[in-house]
């Protein structure tokens, strides 16, 4: 589940989950949902997997690795999962997305992934993210 949030001249998502790796999937439907309100139901499921030393920079390496697939594959990144898993090394993450070709949806473009007022909170109910987008 995610929210969009207004902030200043960018966009935020408030996103959660009963796991680590769900908040990090609905942080990426709100990144998509922040790009495009009505997807089409075509399009390809493809695979990524991140590693980092925190799970800040894990979080931000996901997203911006979406955007990057965004920009070279010419697909929206939406139906994503996700699932982290704690490593010697810090942290891992193995995820799938639907990737709906920008030719068939009307976008918006979101510039970046910031650190700006990043949280990653455990919480009573699972896991909290929120995550700040330079549009």
């Given at each position: 589940m995610y929210e969009?949030?207004?902030?200043?001249?960018?966009?935020?998502?408030?996103?959660?989950?009963?796991?680590?790796?769900?908040?990090?999937?609905?942080?990426?439907?709100?990144?998509?949902?922040?790009?495009?309100?009505?997807?089409?139901a075509n399009?390809?499921?493809?695979?990524?997997?991140?590693?980092?030393?925190?799970?800040?920079?894990?979080?931000?390496?996901?997203?911006?690795t979406l955007i990057y697939e965004r920009d070279v594959r010419g697909v929206?990144?939406?139906?994503?999962?996700?699932?982290?898993?704690?490593?010697?090394?810090?942290?891992?993450l193995t995820a799938s997305a639907r990737g709906v070709p920008l030719s068939a949806v009307h976008a918006r473009d979101l510039k970046a992934v910031t650190y700006s007022e990043m949280e990653i909170a455990e919480t009573r109910d699972g896991w909290r993210a929120y995550v700040v987008f330079d549009v």
């Open positions: 969009l949030r207004e902030h200043t001249a960018d966009i935020a998502v408030e996103a959660t989950g009963e796991t680590l790796g769900d908040a990090f999937a609905a942080a990426a439907d709100g990144m998509a949902a922040a790009m495009c309100e009505d997807v089409p399009g390809e499921r493809f695979e990524l997997a991140e590693t980092a030393t925190s799970r800040d920079r894990l979080l931000y390496d996901y997203l911006d929206l990144p939406v139906d994503n999962t996700a699932t982290v898993t704690e490593a010697d090394d810090g942290y891992r």
